[in-house]
Every structure is written in C-alpha cells, then in structure tokens.
C-alpha cells in the first residue's frame, strides 16, 4: 500500500499515478501538462460525450489541437473514464470542477461537493488530494477536509490535501498550463511540498509556495478581483469620456506609453469568461460572515453588470438618429459570440445577455464567429441554444440594419463589415484601422 511518505520519490521518477477530475478548459490542459511530462494520467468526467471524444482522439476545444489529443488516446499512458472506482488507483488526483454563483450571486459548491464525496468514497492511503477549482477562503479545509474524513482517514497522516488555483487564459500563446507558475498551499508543509513536487515535475514555470490552502484561495481572488475593479474602472471611463467627446481608445494607448506605474485596460460590451464575472462574488460572499463589506467588488459588479444595457441603448439611439428606425423589427448581426476573440469559449460572454435584450425589445437578431458555429448553453440563456453562425459570406451580403461587434477577433474582415452594414456599433475598436465608411461606425 501506498504511503505518503514516499510520494515525492514516485513523482520524481514518473511512477506516481494521476487522475483529473472535470476535462474543460482546465482539466484537459492539465492532463495533457501531466501526459507530456512522463506520468500515467486518467480522465475522469461525468460527460460521456467528452470521454468518447477523446478515446477517438478528437479534441473538443479549440485551442487544443486535434493532434495532441490523437497523441494522447494513442499513448498506453492514458485513460478516459466516467467509473469513479478508478480514482482509487491514483496517487494524485486533482479537481478541475466548475464552481459557478448561483441566481443570488453564492457560491454554487455543489460541483466541488459532490466531487469530494465521490473520491472520498474510494479514497486510500497514500494519496494526494488537490483542488483546482476557484473558490472562496476555506474551501479546502472547512468544507472538503471534513467530507474525506468521512472515510475514516485523517488528513495529514493518512492522506494529503492541497490547493493550486487554475490560471488558464484560453487562446494565450505565450502562457499556458505548461508555463504559467503554480500558487500551491497545503494542508500542512507534507502536502504543499507533494503538490510543488508535482508541479515542477509536470509543468515549467515553477511553483509559488504559500503558508496554507486560504491563502492560495484567497490568491486567485485577488487575481481575477484587481481585473474586475480595473475593467469596471475603464468602463465607467468610457461612459465619462464619450459624453466629453474623447476617444477612451486614444486615451488609453497615449497612457499605457507611460513605463511604469500604469497598466492597461480595456473597455468592451460586458465582462466574460468563467472567471473574472463569477469570482469576486466568492469573496464578496464570505466577507459577510465576517461582517465586511466589500464595496470595491459590488461597485464594480454593478458597472460591469450594466455594460451590455448601455451598448443595447447606444445601438438603439444610432438608429433612431440616423435611420429614424426602433429596435422593434430591426434585424442585427452580432460579430462574436466568444467571451474574448480568438477562443471558442462562450461562458458568460455579454454577447448571450446581449442577444437576450435585443430580442427582449423586438429585434431579430442573428450572429456570426468564426469559433462558435453552434450556441450551447446551460441553465442561463437556454433559449438560445442550438443558434448557429451565419457564414460569413452571408454578413456580407447584407440585408441587416446593424452589425454589433461584440468580439474582435482577428482574422474577420472589418473592412467589408463596414461596407456591407448601413450601421456598425463597434464595443472593441476592432474598426480603428478601417479607412472607408468611418461616417457608418459608432463607437459603443
């Protein structure tokens, strides 16, 4: 049997046993991350779909190419299941489950919850628990530790728990699971250093050790918090500097010329994305249990929250000005679906609220992205699933009172866009470097 005291001798020879819990966006990087770097891995996901799709070797993220994955269910080193009864087989198993706010803006444990009871269902001796998952301070040791207990096995002695939060940015070339640093806390100094070992074994960008899991949860927070508050900062700029007449976009790039003391940030439609929306409300939540209010992080909720109602109302007025023209049987195009351009991910991209409100007022509204050839949604915006791209040929044809670019992704054409639309409200300056029909672009 397994003891965890031996633990870092198997990681560093390859012989410990991995097993990811939860394949999206930051899961199946980390199988490949943990594949790549010599280590036996199982996928674990209640999704069969997703299992079958990589057992055929096809991947179903886009920025993972189709050849990585063809490689790994290749490779005798891998395993895709939905049987929880093969947790038990590995030395490390690591926790990649969404944790999304409910409709009063808590935290949704359910997914972490029923993960940790089924790994403590055939927990051992010997292994080494980590949860990847964002959450609030107190996650791992308030509400997991107990629940593995549960087995009968005590934590610290029998087995080992830890926290590494995940700071995946789907689509960034420079920095991905392999390169970004791992910020890892442990439930005591065994854990920590099985799970640094670990991390220095499977990835390159090195591991940030920290005194204890709140505090590596409490990292995360502060991650994705300071771009909240800085997003809701240049937001509420905008909205200041348009009635000014100044250009937010012109301020921003003479600004960022500045080599120290500021860093840029950049105005759009609504924030996107699974965390920078979601994760300062973890904080915001667990600050009332100790009677703090944290009105930085509501404030800038609020702004955000109230940025695609502003674009709604600044493509009405456009056609109102200019075509003397309602929403009420307009027929718009949306340009992205994507929380950010050049990715294929859609958790709660503004462009989902922004469809809703438009067609909530009377509009008929269609899309296209290059990335996003269906809709698939969950609870929120069901009504929009199933949607499909228009092609991009069809755009172009015309036919629609206004494009609305929610997601500026690269490789479109904005040019054409122009001289295809009678109106184009632009959420992203993806239209700066258009020189004909400037007099069609509204800025938004």
Same mark, same amino acid.
């Given at each position: ?12 020879t390859r012989d410990a046993g991995i097993a990811v819990i939860g ?8 199988v490949l991350a943990a594949h790549d770097a010599g280590f036996s ?168 050790? @920290?005194? +204890?899991? !709140?505090?590596?949860? %409490?990292? =995360? #927070? &502060? ?33 960022k010329s500045k080599p120290f003391g500021y860093m840029p940030f ?76 050049? @990715?294929? +991910?859609? !958790?709660?991209?503004? %462009?989902? =609220? #922004? &469809? ?89």
């Amino acid at each position: 049997m397994n003891n965890i005291n031996t633990l870092q001798d198997r990681i560093a020879t390859r012989d410990a046993g991995i097993a990811v819990i939860g394949l999206g966006y930051v899961g199946l990087p980390l199988v490949l991350a943990a594949h790549d770097a010599g280590f036996s891995v199982v996928g674990f996901d209640t999704d069969p779909g997703k299992i079958m799709d990589l057992k055929a070797g096809h991947s179903y993220i886009r920025h993972i190419p189709e050849e990585s994955i063809s490689e790994l269910a290749d490779s005798d080193r891998f395993g895709a299941t939905t049987d929880s009864a093969r947790l038990a087989d590995a030395d490390i198993i690591l926790i990649c489950v969404p944790t999304p706010l409910t409709a009063n803006r808590e935290p949704d444990m359910r997914y972490v919850e029923v993960t940790t009871r089924t790994i403590a269902d055939v927990l051992r001796p010997g292994q080494l628990v980590i949860l990847e998952s964002t959450t609030y301070p107190g996650t791992t040791d308030g509400m997991m530790k107990p629940i593995l207990e549960e087995s009968g096995l005590v934590c610290g002695r029998d087995f080992l728990l830890a926290y590494s939060p995940e700071r995946e940015d789907p689509g960034n070339a420079q920095y991905g699971t392999q390169q970004i640093p791992k910020v890892v806390g442990g439930e005591g100094d065994a854990a920590r250093d099985a799970a640094c070992a670990f991390y220095e074994a499977a990835t390159t960008g090195g591991t940030v050790p @920290v005194s +204890d899991t !709140r505090t590596a949860e %409490a990292v =995360k #927070l &502060m991650e994705n918090i300071f771009r909240s508050v800085n997003i809701a900062l240049v937001n509420e700029l905008k909205v200041v500097y348009s009635e000014m007449g100044i250009d937010i976009w012109e301020v921003i790039d003479a600004a960022k010329s500045k080599p120290f003391g500021y860093m840029p940030f950049y105005p759009g439609p609504g924030l996107g994305g699974h965390c920078i929306p979601i994760d300062p409300f973890y904080l915001t939540w667990k600050a009332r249990e100790y009677e703090v209010t944290t009105r930085f992080i509501e404030l800038a909720g609020e702004i955000n929250t109230a940025m695609p109602g502003r674009v709604v109302a600044r493509l009405a007025e456009e056609l109102d000005r200019r075509f003397a023209k309602g929403l009420n049987g307009a027929e718009i195009v949306l340009i992205g679906m994507a929380y950010k351009k050049n @990715v294929d +991910d859609i !958790r709660e991209s503004p %462009a989902l =609220k #922004l &469809m809703t409100l438009l067609e909530e007022r009377g509009a008929m509204v269609s899309f296209h992205d290059p990335y996003v050839q269906v809709i698939q949604t969950g609870r929120e915006h069901a009504a929009l699933s199933g949607r499909e791209s228009l092609p991009w040929d069809t755009v172009l044809a015309g036919g629609h009172d206004a494009a609305l670019i929610v997601t500026d992704h690269d490789d479109l054409d904005y040019a054409a866009l122009v001289a295809a639309s009678p109106l184009v409200v632009d959420t992203r300056n993806a239209t700066h470097l258009v020189s004909e029909g400037q007099e069609k672009i509204a800025p938004a």
